[in-house]
T-cell receptor, first 113, second 115 residues
Framework: GDSVTQMEGPVTLSEEAFLTINCTYT??????LFWYVQYPGEGLQLLLKATKADDKGSNKGFEATYRKETTSFHLEKGSVQVSDSAVYFC????????????FGKGTKLTVNP | DAGVIQSPRHEVTEMGQEVTLRCKPI?????LFWYRQTMMRGLELLIYFNNNVPIDDSGMPEDRFSAKMPNASFSTLKIQPSEPRDSAVYFC?????????????FGPGTRLLVL
């Protein structure tokens, strides 16, 4: 079925380090792909999205490219800040015209000063 | 824009009691989603509505759970009777329309603890 697999956390980095959080999806069609971020005590917020192959989503210094060859949508940021500490979720839409989002397990990121 | 509004933000109840969670979607949004988040199972979709009509309730765990959307600006998720394993954070989300790639906007969640 439709699923998303993202790297296990937690991830701990120092400020200004490079971030990569891996995400792969099951290859049923070309679903829209999303990264959501959840700050402590809050709901999820859309960070970026890509709706077709080779699209690059970007926001707040984060980027992710829709790679159909590797069925991946890895999240990257060149220089993380303490304020980026949060849980990051990769998600895809299910097939068949449904609006159901399938989420990965989430990756907790902690950035230390 | 006030965003998606959920109430209460926190709920503590005893096993066997009825629990009602409430959601007000963003004005003008046609789709509404209820999710449950736990450490063990992650984020799960329970049910979603489009134009106030339930489209898919396959994620509702059992008959103890029910959801309604009597109008475009209000939805409830009810658990009766509640059990300790229902303890979780419940999120409501809305989106402008049922369309490919459309963003879902999440509320702050209701943290439920069933003792």
């Amino acid at each position: 079925g439709d699923s998303v697999t993202q790297m296990e956390g937690p991830v701990t980095l120092s400020e200004e380090a490079f971030l990569t959080i891996n995400c792969t999806y099951t290859a049923t069609g070309y679903p829209s792909l999303f990264w959501y971020v959840q700050y402590p005590g809050e709901g999820l917020q859309l960070l970026l999205k890509a709706t077709k192959a080779d699209d690059k989503g970007s926001n707040k210094g984060f980027e992710a490219t829709y790679r159909k060859e590797t069925t991946s949508f890895h999240l990257e940021k060149g220089s993380v800040q303490v304020s980026d500490s949060a849980v990051y979720f990769c998600a895809r839409l299910t097939q068949g015209g449904s609006e159901k989002l399938v989420f990965g397990k989430g990756t907790k990121l902690t950035v230390n000063p | 824009d006030a965003g998606v509004i959920q109430s209460p933000r926190h709920e503590v109840t005893e096993m066997g009691q009825e629990v009602t969670l409430r959601c007000k979607p963003i004005s003008g949004h046609n789709s509404l989603f209820w999710y449950r988040q736990t450490m063990m199972r992650g984020l799960e979709l329970l049910i979603y509505f489009n134009n106030n009509v339930p489209i898919d309730d396959s994620g509702m765990p059992e008959d103890r759970f029910s959801a309604k959307m009597p109008n475009a600006s209000f939805s409830t998720l009810k658990i009766q009777p509640s059990e300790p394993r229902d303890s979780a954070v419940y999120f409501c989300a809305s989106s402008p329309r049922l369309a490919e790639g459309e963003t879902q906007y999440f509320g702050p969640g209701t943290r439920l603890l069933v003792l």
